[in-house]
């Protein structure tokens, strides 16, 4: 409970007997009213959900969710008792690169010698890194005279063997480390020096970012065209720079592969030069209007949930009254929908049951749109009146209701640029939307990205196509 705040007492000895009993009572109406502050504020704080109405890429990367309080456990800590044990399991004698056999030399009690061998030995592994020291192969190039015409003639480099410095293996895991696990150059320089023993400098990562960029461009390209043949997208975008101008990262994720690109606009001209013009399958994509040229579209309803909070958590009781009649709505939608996704219920049964949920929040919207209500009549008038575009998903079969694919796989975007600001050129542009359409594209096809990165640079240094990210026509 909130003390009550004292007259000090020099001004308790001025005051008169009716100023001082008209004091106090205001006091006493202050230490009352600021209770009440006090258990309103815990009750906000108890009802409102974390991170309700606020997208998840505005949240930092590196920040903590608040604390919860919770009672301290009685258990001490490690492995409770009755726990399963998980030990490391011993590799074969085989895989071992040595094998040390140990024999006792004497009796630990009374020093006879001892000889013979243990049928089954007591087996113990020690796991090291190798000293890492690069492999360096030297070309001696000679130059030899004609001894007819005196036309010099210096050999050639072996077919793959690149003009610079630096071979496939390297030139991919370098380009992963800055595309892939996002290292600044500089610290990528200093994992190459420092750890691996290899000389290198930023001016040096910038060379290896220019090939392995080249070395993506056809499968790149070949994946960028196969988007106007897919029968449905996730798409979305985020903000970035690019030398100090504003630029926009663009996602497209279809079922097995991702196609990233920047942009300098996020105007609706850009996606036409992601998909092409012949593109006719359904986008999934939040409210943003450079999407609506499209006309095949689905809302995505995670990003509505949020919306609809935000309504919950207004102030404005009608505002707040609409919001929990929404969220309620949603809240069984998403019953139904992840009933028919793990096979309780048929698509037909499905439909049937969506359709009652969707006259529902049908009327809602036109009621948000005539409530002559500010916060309400803008939003529910543009849900309403593109209210197709919420249900698509019910329309037909395969469609997601939201548009969590696309944020799954522009979130590692998201965080690179938020660590690095952007890119500082027009090729690191290119090194950083090609690497990351081959990373989620691999991550998509549970491949391994070093490998087929080492595979592209390697056909890229004898000059023949680079592997197909993706299979068939």
Not at 86 to 97: D, F, I, N, Q
Not at 304 to 329: E, F, M, N, P, S
Not at 423 to 444: A, K, P
Request: proline share 7%; charged share 25%.
């Amino acid at each position: 409970m909130t003390r009550m705040l004292e007259i000090p007492p020099e001004l308790l000895a001025e005051m008169t007997p009716a100023v001082r009993v008209y004091v106090e009572s205001l006091l006493v109406r202050m230490a009352g009213m600021q209770a009440e502050l006090d258990e309103l504020k815990a009750q906000v704080k108890k009802l409102t959900p974390q991170n309700s109405s606020v997208p998840p890429s505005t949240v930092h990367p590196h920040a903590r969710p608040p604390a919860k309080p919770k009672s301290k456990s009685k258990k001490k800590r490690g492995g409770q008792p009755g726990h399963p044990r998980k030990v490391r399991e011993l590799v074969p004698v085989e895989r071992c690169s040595e094998v040390v056999v140990l024999h006792p030399e004497h009796c630990r009690r009374c020093g006879t010698g001892l000889t013979g061998t243990d049928a089954e030995p007591l087996r113990h592994q020690v796991w090291e890194l190798p000293p890492i020291e690069p492999v360096i192969t030297e070309y001696q190039r000679h130059r030899l005279t004609c001894c007819g015409c005196g036309t010099t003639t210096c050999a050639t480099l072996p077919a793959g063997v690149p003009t610079g410095q630096f071979g496939a293996r390297l030139l991919a895991f370098t380009a992963l480390l800055m595309g892939h696990f996002r290292q600044s150059k500089r610290r990528a320089a200093f994992f190459l020096s420092d750890l691996l023993n290899m000389p290198c400098c930023p001016a040096s990562t910038v060379k290896m970012q220019n090939r392995v960029a080249a070395a993506l461009e056809q499968p790149y390209e070949e994946l960028k065209a196969r988007l106007a043949q897919e029968p449905q997208l996730f798409m979305d975008e985020s903000p970035t720079k690019q030398a100090n101008q504003k630029a926009w990262l663009w996602t497209a994720v279809a079922s097995t592969y991702a196609v990233f690109a920047i942009f300098s606009s996020r105007a609706a001209t850009a996606l036409p030069k992601l998909l092409g013009d012949s593109f006719q399958g359904i986008i999934n994509c939040d409210r943003a209007k450079m999407y609506w040229r499209h006309k095949r579209l689905q809302w995505c309803w995670a990003h509505l949930k949020r919306d609809i909070q935000a309504l919950v958590d207004h102030h404005d009781h009608q505002v707040k009254r609409l919001g929990y009649d929404l969220r309620r709505q949603v809240e069984i939608m998403f019953l139904i929908w992840h009933r028919y996704k793990s096979g309780e219920i048929p698509w037909q049964t499905f439909q049937s049951e969506m359709q009652p949920v969707r006259d529902t929040v049908n009327s809602l919207l036109l009621r948000g749109q005539f409530s002559g209500n500010k916060r309400l009549t803008g939003m529910c008038r543009e849900l309403y009146s593109h209210r197709d575009w919420l249900w698509t998903f019910v329309e037909h079969q395969g469609v997601e209701p939201t548009n969590n694919t696309a944020e799954r796989a522009l979130r590692p975007a998201v965080i690179y640029r938020k660590l690095s600001f952007g890119t500082q050129s027009e090729s690191g542009s290119r090194f950083i939307e090609r690497m990351l359409t081959v990373s989620e594209t691999c991550r998509l096809q549970k491949r391994s990205v070093y490998q087929w990165l080492c595979a592209a640079v390697e056909a890229s240094l004898h000059q023949q196509p680079a592997p197909k990210l993706l299979d068939g026509p």
